[in-house]
């Protein structure tokens, strides 16, 4: 059986049995069944309860054993010790149990009490997902154990040891314009691991991108040499848990397992061509980036265009910038030339980084930015262009229209110098509310158009350095 | 080296050590194509005519005990010795020596001087999550205070090794900066693979040994040699 067909019952289930729902409707499993069917969820559901006979509107069953179809999907939050029982009493008619519940080997006294879940697993014939997890998000099954999420299947496949971790990333994911292949919360990883998850994206057509939270790798072997022998045919980012002698000791307390060496995890990503982040911002930064952008291993990205308003904000980019081994460095006098030509207004930059304040971009209600640009990418031969816009500088002071239209133009540019400059937009602001509501309008918009929008300068560097290691590497190695 | 010999890891083993001697370490290196000095043991003073015949000078002295972990702390290592009467004479130096009394002696190793050179260290380490890592660092400060140095998962290809050399702080004393000569690249990416690559030591060993260290591979211009060597098994 190809690893595929392996996990399909996991992330598209025809069916899904459901342990602990109560009569009453309040516990989690009544949410995750309330939450399934919201999400579209068109297969069979199963409650399992010993005494009642229907739970939620549905019939109910007294075992795993005793659904009408085989179970694709179980989902399992009750007290840990009654479990094992319940897995071995499947008998093979259960494709996948997810056990929610905690009380295993993340504490010393529950240590047993995983093994003895393990090995139940396996007499009941399935793949044990957890315990101590959250559950999935599976857009292509329309199973969801998050509240929110997006509705738009995606590149990005997720597995995540942690279940409020993995629930952050669909939830801040959504707000970002992340769009998933999946999510998968494995938890103590008493069967199935991270190394399992990666090497079903890597082989799923969906998957683009990868993106995993680790605290332990107890299969460290197995995990290298799924990455070693992809050869970075799809960009791993990795959110390692666990990397200092302090988060080891939180991590083992969390996970009940002892974390790898951080100098082991530096070693693996520069052989394989992975990328180690260290907050869940930088994960989602980083993801996003190549959500959006395709790599260009023969243009590994090296020079970047910084464009936008804000003198300070420019600077203090440039030499962020550097720090990351990117090169923000003037135009040549050619380039400079042609942009003098535009006869822009006192106070505008037109070296590199392109300092333009408001007065400069809303000429024209905003299209004077196709000049410039037009000539950056025609002149300046950039990897990368990034356009920042403090918002709070526009707001009062311009037509509504002038940033959708310094967007269009920059796009109209891409389009006419196609494969020419990856293109990533900053959009800045302050916090104030109503400012933020206009900012995420329009972000909408530019991830609606497939440009990758950040906060600001410095995360937007960030993830275009992992983009340029990755380009990097594969073009060393191809 | 004798490729007749039994292999050194299984011969510890069996003899129930929980290391290699450096003797040992010196042959699996060699039998890895590793170049070490050419060395005879002599058991005692007797032998050392025989032994000194058939090596160049200058050689050095190091004493071979199982109880002895640090050799030149001990007074256990002479180097220098152009004669068999000066190398007699250190052996005897030794034998009195306090921290080398009471230790059991299996004999001593008489070897032949490395030329000059850069000082290396070549390691490796078995993790318990991922198996073998193979690491290189400059020598001396650059490893003990500094804490220069690379690692890399087993099997490494040759552009992890020429990675692993690039990424030192120190990279660029190896070229030769300060009118010194530089070492050979070539020479040490050929020993990190025996080492750390596809066939390599570590990775034929790896279910034997726990940690290796070659320190000081001395690397000339020209060539690199393994000074020293130990191998913790386990």
Same mark, same amino acid.
């Given at each position: ?115 003895? *879940? ?196 420019? #600077? ?9 081994? *990117? ?30 304040? #408001? ?107 992992? *983009? ?11 | 080296?004798?490729? !007749? ?13 929980? /290391? ?53 702390? /001990? ?7 152009? !004669?068999? !009467?000066?190398?007699? /004479? ?32 070549? @390691? ?51 070229? @030769? ?28 060993? /790896? ?28």
């Amino acid at each position: 059986m190809t690893i595929i067909e392996q996990f399909t019952p996991l992330f598209a289930p025809k069916t899904v049995a459901v342990i602990g729902a109560s009569t009453k409707g309040n516990a989690l499993p009544n949410v995750f069944i309330r939450r399934i069917r919201e999400f579209g969820f068109s297969g069979d559901i199963y409650p399992i309860h010993p005494g009642a006979t229907e739970i939620d509107g549905l019939p109910a069953y007294k075992s795993l054993a005793d659904t009408p179809k085989p179970v694709d999907y179980a989902y399992i939050a009750v007290s840990g010790a009654q479990i094992p029982a319940m897995l071995s009493a499947a008998k093979g008619h259960v494709r996948f149990a997810q056990v929610v519940s905690s009380g295993f080997g993340e504490v010393d006294e529950g240590k047993g009490l995983q093994e003895e *879940l393990a090995r139940a697993a396996r007499a009941g014939g399935m793949r044990l997902l957890g315990p101590n997890c959250l559950g999935i998000y599976t857009l292509r099954g329309r199973v969801t154990s998050t509240e929110i999420g997006p509705k738009e299947v995606g590149p990005v496949g997720i597995v995540s040891q942690s279940g409020g971790l993995g629930t952050d990333i669909i939830r801040r994911g959504l707000s970002r314009g992340l769009k998933f292949s999946g999510l998968v919360t494995v938890g103590n990883c008493a069967d199935v691991t991270p190394s399992d998850l990666l090497e079903f994206y890597f082989a799923d057509p969906q998957t683009k991108v990868i993106g995993m939270y680790i605290e332990t790798a107890k299969d460290g072997r197995r995990l290298f040499d799924i990455l070693r022998n992809a050869k970075a045919a799809k960009p791993v980012v990795i959110l390692k848990g666990g990397r200092t002698q302090q988060g080891l000791a939180a991590a083992a307390s969390h996970t009940g397992s002892l974390a790898g060496d951080d100098r082991v995890w530096i070693a693996l990503a520069r052989q394989t061509g992975c990328m180690l982040v260290d907050t869940l911002d930088q994960f989602i930064d980083t993801l996003l980036i190549f959500q959006a952008l395709a790599p260009r291993p023969q243009r590994a990205t090296q020079k970047v265009v910084l464009f936008g308003n804000g003198g300070g904000t420019s #600077v203090l980019a440039t030499d962020c910038y550097a720090r990351l081994g *990117l090169d923000v460095t003037p135009f040549e006098d050619n380039t400079i030339g042609a942009l003098a030509e535009l006869k822009l207004p006192p106070g505008t930059s037109i070296t590199n980084p392109v300092d333009c304040p #408001v007065g400069t971009l809303q000429q024209e209600d905003g299209r004077v930015a196709e000049k410039i640009l037009d000539i950056i990418y025609a002149q300046g031969n950039p990897e990368a262009l990034v356009m920042h816009l403090n918002l709070s500088a526009f707001v009062g002071r311009t037509k509504p229209e002038v940033l959708d239209n310094l967007v269009a133009a920059a796009m109209r540019v891409q389009e006419k110098h196609p494969g020419k400059a990856h293109f990533i937009l900053v959009l800045r602001s302050d916090g104030e509310p109503a400012l933020e509501a206009r900012k995420r309008e329009f972000r909408d918009k530019a991830v609606a158009l497939g440009v990758p929008v950040y906060d600001e300068m410095a995360n937007a560097g960030n993830a275009l350095a992992a *983009l340029a290691t990755f380009e990097r590497f594969k073009a060393a190695r191809a | 080296m004798s490729t !007749t010999k039994e292999n050194p890891v299984i011969a510890a083993r069996r003899a129930g050590r929980n /290391a290699l001697d450096e003797s040992a370490g010196k042959q699996l290196l060699a039998a890895h194509g590793i170049k070490v000095p050419q060395s005879r043991v002599a058991k005692g003073l007797a032998d050392v005519d025989a032994v000194m015949k058939g090596l160049q000078a200058p050689v050095v002295v190091k004493v071979m005990s199982p109880d002895i972990l640090h050799k030149s702390d /001990a007074g256990g290592v002479k180097v220098n010795l152009r !004669t068999a !009467t000066e190398v007699r /004479a250190a052996i005897e130096g030794m034998i009195n020596a306090p921290k080398i009394k009471g230790a059991r002696i299996d004999g001593f190793l008489i070897e032949e001087m490395a030329p000059a050179g850069h000082e290396l260290v070549i @390691g490796g380490l078995r993790d318990p999550q991922f198996g073998p890592l193979v690491m290189v660092g400059l020598g001396g400060i650059f490893v003990e205070i500094l804490k220069d140095v690379s690692f890399r998962l087993c099997p490494i290809a040759r552009i992890d090794a020429e990675e692993m050399l690039t990424e030192l702080k120190g990279a660029a004393i190896l070229k @030769g900066a300060r009118g010194t000569k530089p070492a050979s690249l070539e020479a040490i990416i050929d020993v990190l693979l025996k080492i750390g690559g596809e066939n390599g030591l570590l990775m034929q060993h /790896a279910g034997d040994i726990s940690e290796a260290d070659i320190n000081p591979l001395i690397v000339s211009d020209t060539a690199a040699v393994a000074v020293d060597a130990r191998f913790i098994l386990g």
